[in-house]
C-alpha cells in the first residue's frame, strides 16, 4: 500500500490564493460588525469598492488582467494593520501577503505587472479609506 504525501504543493498554493480571495474579503468585512466599530468596517467597503473600480479601469488602459487579490490583500495588509497597530502582526501580514501573491502567480498564470499594479491599486485604496472614513464619520 503506497502512502499518500503529507505535504500537497498544489492544495498548499491554493489554500493561500484564498486569503486574497473575494469571499475571504467579505468574511473579514462581516467579522469587522463584531465589536470593532463601523470606522472599520466603513474603510473595508470604501475601498473595496474603490479597489474594484481601479482594477478594471487600468486592466482596459493596460490592456492586462489585473489581480484582483493582490488588491484585495494590499487593502486587507492596510486597513488591518492600521486597526490593530502591531508591529509583529505586520510582519506576519507581510509575509502571508506575499505568500498570496507567489500562489496567485503560480496557479492563475498572472504576470508580476499584473500582480504589482493590483498590489498598488489596493495599497492606495486601503490607504485613502483609512485616512479619509474617520474624518468622513466624525464631521
Not at 482596459?60 to 497597530?85: E, F, P
Not at 496567485?104 to 479609506?129: D, F, M, P, T
Request: proline content about 1%; hydrophobic content about 55%.
Amino acid at each position: 500500500m503506497k502512502r499518500k504525501p503529507w505535504f500537497k504543493e498544489a492544495e498548499f498554493w491554493r489554500d493561500v490564493e484564498t486569503l486574497g480571495s473575494f469571499t475571504f474579503y467579505i468574511a473579514v468585512i462581516a467579522r469587522s460588525l463584531i465589536g470593532m466599530g463601523w470606522a472599520f468596517f466603513w474603510e473595508l467597503a470604501a475601498a473595496l469598492v474603490v479597489s474594484q473600480a481601479l482594477v478594471r479601469i487600468a486592466g482596459r488602459i493596460l490592456r492586462q488582467k489585473i489581480s484582483s487579490h493582490a488588491a484585495n490583500g494590499g487593502i486587507l495588509l492596510v486597513v488591518v494593520n492600521g486597526y490593530y497597530k502591531s508591529t509583529g502582526f505586520l510582519l506576519f501580514s507581510m509575509v502571508l501577503f506575499g505568500l498570496v501573491c507567489v500562489s496567485h502567480r503560480k496557479l492563475r498564470k498572472h504576470s508580476w505587472s499584473e500582480i504589482l499594479v493590483g498590489l498598488g491599486i489596493g495599497l492606495l485604496s486601503g490607504l485613502a479609506a483609512w485616512a479619509a472614513v474617520p474624518e468622513l464619520l466624525s464631521a
